[in-house]
């Protein structure tokens, strides 16, 4: 691995990782300190990848691992608004901000599944092998978590 192409990977993947480990620490510090490691143990891989999207989902691997570690590490860390989250990393737009706010009150596995399946792309079958679940795990998950979100919305809606 040359240092252009860790550069390069970090330039690329540093927000993936970042939203990551925020959606599970919900702490940034504590995301920040996860992103480090995880571009530390990137740098010191010596394995060649096999392709972007390869490094994309070994990133995204080792930075769940890496929060659940800090967290088990770190009971207790402090806790950030969701409020504060919300505006952090959607500014500008109030209707993501309303669902952000929403998609990060849900439980982990739900959270996890929806930020992998609709803000980073992957579709079941790639999240469930990040995630090292069943097929059919994440396919119930995200279809919950998505009841979730309706129910929620709707409760919004009528009040």
């Known amino acids: 691995m040359s240092k252009i192409s860790f ?3 970090v330039l690329t993947f540093s927000d993936t ?9 919900k702490n940034q510090e504590d995301s920040k300190d996860c992103m480090q490691n995880v571009f530390l143990r990137y740098y010191k891989k010596q394995n060649t990848f096999e392709s972007e999207e390869h490094i994309k989902a070994w ?5 769940v691992n890496e929060s659940r570690r800090l967290l088990s590490q770190n009971a207790k860390m402090q806790k950030v608004s969701l ?12 209707e993501e901000t309303n669902i952000f706010k929403k998609v990060m009150s849900l439980d982990e596995k739900y959270r996890t599944v929806i930020l992998l399946y609709y803000y980073e792309g992957y579709d079941i079958k790639e999240t469930a092998h990040i995630l090292k679940r069943n ?3 994440v396919r119930t998950q995200l279809s919950r978590a998505r009841e979730l979100l309706k129910n929620q919305i709707k409760e919004d809606f009528y009040e």
């Open 17 to 25: 990782v970042y939203r990551v480990a925020f959606n599970i620490l």
């Open 59 to 63: 990133l995204i691997r080792v930075t």
């Open 7 to 9: 550069e390069e990977a």
């Open 83 to 94: 409020d504060e989250v919300a505006n952090t990393l959607f500014a500008e737009n109030s």
């Open 135 to 137: 097929y059919a795990t």
